[in-house]
């Protein structure tokens, strides 16, 4: 039987499984866990809660230290803010952060084509399970992540060739919508 709360809006806090935070931050060297809970938080050293609402603060002003490092920056986002977060993430890495977001893949929504597209995205095969739950979620996740340094475009300022080929993609898909 699959775990009831995962297709209900009585949580949208869903803790990152161990494993695959850890293969991240191996990776990345995460400064802080801007989505977290006092139980749930993956960094050590810094993290905001959901008091604290951390889509209200500029978080390319948490600096790693006085030399002006770039934050690494976790988000697991409250599954009723997915765009807001989204939104915020690529902002802030237009200043300059590294925000990298598990979210659920959903390609047909707003928040996706008006963001996601900009950023790298790493499909996670199969579905994973969420903090103490015995099911897997409902839903297939993904990684995003927004960056200069990892090939984020900036949709403001994009090459010829990027232009065409977000253009190209959205008309295919216009088109098959129209149909």
């Not at 400064?31 to 938080?41: G, K, L, P, R, V």
């Not at 597209?117 to 399970?129: A, D, E, S, V």
């Not at 995003?144 to 300022?157: A, Q």
Request: aromatic share 16%; hydrophobic share 30%.
């Amino acid at each position: 039987m699959i775990d009831k709360v995962l297709f209900s809006k009585n949580s949208d806090e869903w803790e990152t499984p161990q494993n695959l935070y850890d293969r991240l931050n191996n990776e990345f060297e995460f400064d802080y866990d801007i989505c977290a809970s006092h139980e749930n938080t993956k960094v050590n050293t810094f993290y905001t809660t959901k008091d604290q609402n951390s889509l209200n603060y500029d978080w390319s002003m948490l600096l790693k230290d006085e030399n002006n490092f770039e934050p690494f920056i976790w988000c697991n986002p409250p599954y009723s803010k997915i765009g807001e977060f989204v939104k915020k993430s690529y902002e802030e890495s237009l200043k300059g952060c590294t925000v990298v977001m598990l979210i659920p893949s959903r390609t047909d929504t707003k928040y996706w084509h008006d963001y996601c597209i900009y950023g790298q995205i790493r499909y996670i095969k199969g579905r994973l399970k969420f903090g103490n739950s015995r099911n897997s979620a409902p839903f297939p996740s993904c990684i995003v992540i927004f960056s200069r340094r990892y090939g984020l475009l900036d949709k403001n300022d994009l090459s010829m060739s990027q232009t065409f080929y977000i253009q190209k993609i959205s008309m295919k898909n216009k088109n098959k919508n129209n149909i």
